[in-house]
C-alpha cells in the first residue's frame, strides 16, 4: 500500500496558466499527485500537511546545469578519480535540491552511474536528464586538448565523468559519437555548434560542425527518440543549429531578431545562462583566466539580458538555466534575480516549471501540480507573483520541500 497525504490550504501556483488557485488540496500517492482540487474533498489519509494559505510552487528544474563541474578548471577535473568526482557532485546535487531545484538537465558530464545512484536515494539530489559526452570537433568548445598535443584522446575515456568532449569529426565519426552517448543512457545528445568562453582558441563568432554534420548528429538524436540541445552564441551558429533541427539553444547571448523570428518558427527554445557570466566576471581573474578570455566573457555578458529581451519579444520560450562551475554554484538561486530584469516574476517562474518541461518533453510529469506529475513541490513564504525573494533565499523562504512525495525538509509547525 502506498503512503496518500494530503496537503491542505494551499495557494497552488497553476504553471500552465501562469496564475494562483488559493484554497486547494493536493492528494499525493505513490510519489505522484493523485487529485488537485478547490472543491471540498474527504480523504482517508496518513498524513495531512497545512499549507496555512502559503503558495505552493511545482518543484523547480534548472535546464542547463554540470553536476561534475566541481572545479572551474575543467582539465584539472578530467585527472581526477572517478571515485572522487562522484562524492564531489554528491554535494552539487544535494545542494540543488535544498535550492528546491528536484529535476535537473544535465548540459553535459553526467552520466548513467550518478543518475542511478540518485534514483536509488543512494545521495539526496535533483531527478538528473543526461547528456553523457558534449560531442565536440576537434578544436571544438570541449576539445580541450592544449596547443600541440597530438594524440586524439587527451585521457583515458573509460571514467566517462569531467566535461571533456567526445571528439568527432566527420559524418561517420559524429554519428558514432552520438550513438556512443545513446548506448550509455543519454537523455538528450549536447552538441557544441559555436565558439565558447572557457576556451581558450575557439573564436566566439566562429561556427563549430558542418551542416550535415549538425543533421547527423540531430539525425542520431531523433532515431533514439532525443532531441539535441547546442551550444552556440552568434547569429550564425543559432541559425545552422536550428535549421539542422536542434532545440535547445544553450547561452544564445548574441542573437538578433532575425535569429530569434527564425528560432520561434522552427519551434526552438533558449536557455540563457546568465548566472554564470555574473560569477565570472567578478571571479574570473582571481581563477586565473587569461585576457582573451575575460574579453569574451565581457562581451557575452552585457548582451545576456538583451538576448532574453529579445527572445521573449519573438515568442521564443525562454528555459531557466545556470551553467555554474565550482563553488560558483551557490549562485543558482540568484539566476532569478538576474531574469527578472527582463521578464516578470511568473514568467521567471514558467521558465523553471512548465517551459523547462515542455522543452525536456516530460509536460505531466515534472513542473506541474497536476494529477499523475510527480509529487514535486515547494511550500514558501510571500507571494511569488510579486517577486521571487523567497527562492533567492531558499534557506529560509521555502518553508518545505518535497520530492517525489517525500519530505526533503520542513520548517513548517
Ligand atoms: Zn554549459
Redesign the pocket.
Known amino acids: 500500500m502506498s503512503v496518500r497525504c494530503v496537503v491542505r490550504n494551499a495557494s497552488v501556483f497553476d504553471s500552465a496558466a501562469g496564475v494562483m488557485r488559493p484554497n486547494s488540496t493536493l492528494v499525493i500517492e505513490g510519489g505522484r499527485f493523485a487529485a488537485v482540487t478547490q472543491e471540498p474533498i474527504s480523504v482517508d489519509v496518513a498524513q495531512v500537511i497545512d499549507a496555512g494559505g502559503r503558495a505552493v510552487l511545482p518543484g523547480l528544474i534548472d535546464a ?1 546545469v ?1 553536476v561534475v563541474a566541481a572545479s572551474h578548471d575543467l582539465v584539472g577535473l578530467a585527472m581526477q578519480p572517478p571515485s572522487l568526482l562522484t562524492a564531489e557532485s554528491s554535494q552539487i546535487l544535494r545542494a540543488m535540491l535544498h535550492r528546491g531545484f528536484t529535476t535537473v538537465r544535465d ?2 558530464g553526467a552520466d548513467f552511474g550518478l543518475q542511478e545512484a540518485v534514483e536509488r536515494s543512494l545521495f539526496e539530489g535533483p531527478r538528473l536528464f543526461i547528456a553523457g559526452a558534449p560531442i565536440s570537433q576537434t578544436g571544438g568548445h570541449a576539445d580541450m586538448r592544449p596547443k600541440g598535443v597530438r594524440s586524439r584522446e587527451m585521457f583515458c575515456s573509460c571514467a566517462g565523468l569531467g566535461l571533456i568532449g567526445a571528439i568527432a569529426d566527420g559524418v561517420g565519426e559524429v554519428r558514432r559519437a552520438v550513438r556512443e552517448q545513446v548506448r550509455n543512457g543519454a537523455n538528450h545528445i549536447k552538441i557544441m555548434a559555436g565558439g565558447g568562453i572557457s576556451s581558450p582558441t575557439d573564436p566566439l563568432e566562429g561556427t563549430q560542425f558542418s551542416m550535415d554534420e549538425l543533421r547527423a548528429a540531430v539525425e542520431e538524436a531523433e532515431a533514439a527518440n532525443l532531441y539535441a540541445l547546442a ?1 552556440a552564441y552568434s547569429p550564425r551558429a543559432v541559425t545552422r543549429a536550428v535549421q539542422a533541427g536542434v532545440r535547445s539553444i ?2 544564445g547571448n548574441l542573437i538578433d531578431e532575425a535569429t530569434a523570428r527564425m528560432m520561434k518558427a522552427h519551434g526552438a527554445y533558449l536557455v540563457p ?1 546568465l548566472s ?1 557570466y555574473a560569477a565570472l566576471a567578478e571571479e574570473g581573474t582571481r581563477l586565473g583566466w587569461s585576457a582573451a578570455m575575460l574579453e569574451k566573457l565581457a562581451h557575452v555578458q552585457d548582451r545576456g539580458i538583451e538576448a532574453v529581451r529579445i527572445a521573449r519579444a519573438e515568442g521564443v520560450p525562454v528555459v531557466f538555466g545556470t ?1 555554474l562551475l565550482g563553488h560558483m554554484h551557490d549562485r543558482q538561486s540568484g539566476e532569478f534575480d538576474l531574469r527578472t530584469v527582463a521578464m516578470s516574476p511568473v514568467e521567471a517562474l514558467q521558465s523553471a516549471t512548465i517551459t523547462a518541461a515542455r522543452l525536456m518533453r516530460q509536460e505531466g510529469r515534472i513542473g506541474q501540480i497536476v494529477p499523475g506529475a510527480f509529487a514535486d513541490l515547494l511550500i514558501v513564504d510571500g507571494d511569488p507573483l510579486q517577486g521571487l525573494q523567497m527562492l533567492t533565499r531558499p534557506a529560509a523562504g521555502i518553508r518545505l520541500l518535497m520530492q517525489a512525495g517525500r519530505i526533503v525538509r520542513s520548517t513548517l509547525a
Open positions: 542547463h554540470h548540459a553535459a551550444h544553450e547561452h545562462t554564470t551553467d
